[in-house]
């Protein structure tokens, strides 16, 4: 039997061997060697050993007390020879000190286990600026394998290699793995909860901006109204990177450049494009009828077909293209990042669907959709409620 007990500046783990062999570590102690116990994980020692005790629960012949921890400011500075570790170990004192905060179920010495980590200090719970929070340590003890764990682990990969030669009616892997959905899984950081109040805000002053900007269009030139809103367009498509305007494309066809508004580079360095356009409500489909239905208005086909023209010399462009936009861009692109031409699909911001009917709102959509596999058509009341959306959703996570 292992327990712990506190007194004074000391921790102190008093030693019980089994019935029977209580005397087995007087020889021991004799000598200056390291003595393994409990499964070989704890190493005791004549140094650390504390003959007499105070304590009434564990005044008896067969009990061994050694002091395998001492208490600096808020910490207990734990005995590296007692765990085998290389590092110096500071655990805070509000810790029930058990043996399961030293060894795990299947007797795997918890904390020998981070020696090859590289740090030369490790803190756990308690309010110093790098240490282990106290209930992330024991989310990990919780994580540790138990014996009854490791069987059905070792089960289920002999049944997986058999099953396939052998005939065996019990399914051990499927039982391994239900009993794994069953168990709690490791719970990390939760970026949506630190970061949730920030996302609100953010997304609040995007969505008051956007809505400054269309109530005052006219007052913007074409070219700063571009700017302001591909800023926009970034926070809402966070994988790009880079945009670069009036970048060249090279018509093959008629041997000259053309220029796409923006071009935009993801994370990876695959290239998309993007047209904006200045918000006019009269540009996207008739309000008219043809053959029962409200068709795209000569702004919206024309930009389509422009931006799709665009894709293709792209894509005809190929690695010589990749070559001569990296080497134009170069300076400013991030890190290591090399532009690639693979498919690029477009995106296209132009003018509103507030004052739609249901009719014209539904013809909107087969458009629409009948495009999304090569460029995506969004309005600016679209865009406005996508950005009302998503400070919403963090808005009400701030509040949980």
Known sequence: MIDFTKRG?????????????????????????????????????????????????????????????????????????????????????????????????????????????????????????????????DEMLRQFPTTYELKEYARARVSSMIRNYVPIQPDHEAEYLRYRQRKASARGTQPQEVFGNYENDKFAALVQKIEVMLSAADTYSEAQWQTEILQVIEFLYPKYVCAFPEAPVRDTLAAKDRKIDFLLVDASGYVDAIEIKKPFSECMVTSNRYRDNHVPMRELSGTIMQLEKYLYHLNRWGQTGEERLNERYASKLPGSIRIKIVNPSGMIIMGRDSAFTSDQRTDFEVIRRKYRHVVEIMTYDDLHRRLETIRDHFGNMAQL
């Not at 089994?18 to 190493?43: A, F, K, M, Y």
């Not at 921890?69 to 734990?78: A, P, T, W």
């Not at 490790?122 to 106290?134: D, I, K, S």
């Open 9 to 137: 500046d000391e921790l102190l783990m008093h030693y019980v061997p089994e019935r029977g062999n209580g005397d087995w570590l007087v020889q021991p102690l004799e000598s200056e060697h390291g003595i393994p116990i409990s499964g070989r994980t704890l190493n005791v020692r004549r140094e650390i050993y504390r003959q007499e005790t105070e304590d009434e629960d564990h005044r008896m012949d067969s009990c061994y007390c050694f002091v395998v921890g001492r208490l600096v400011d808020d910490y207990y500075q734990i005995d590296r020879r007692f765990l085998g570790i290389e590092y110096d170990l500071f655990i805070h004192r509000s810790f029930n000190f058990r043996r399961t905060t030293f060894v795990a179920e299947t007797n795997f010495p918890i904390f020998r286990g981070f020696n090859n980590y590289g740090f030369t200090s490790l803190h756990v719970g308690g309010e110093h600026p790098e240490a282990l929070p106290a209930e992330v340590f």
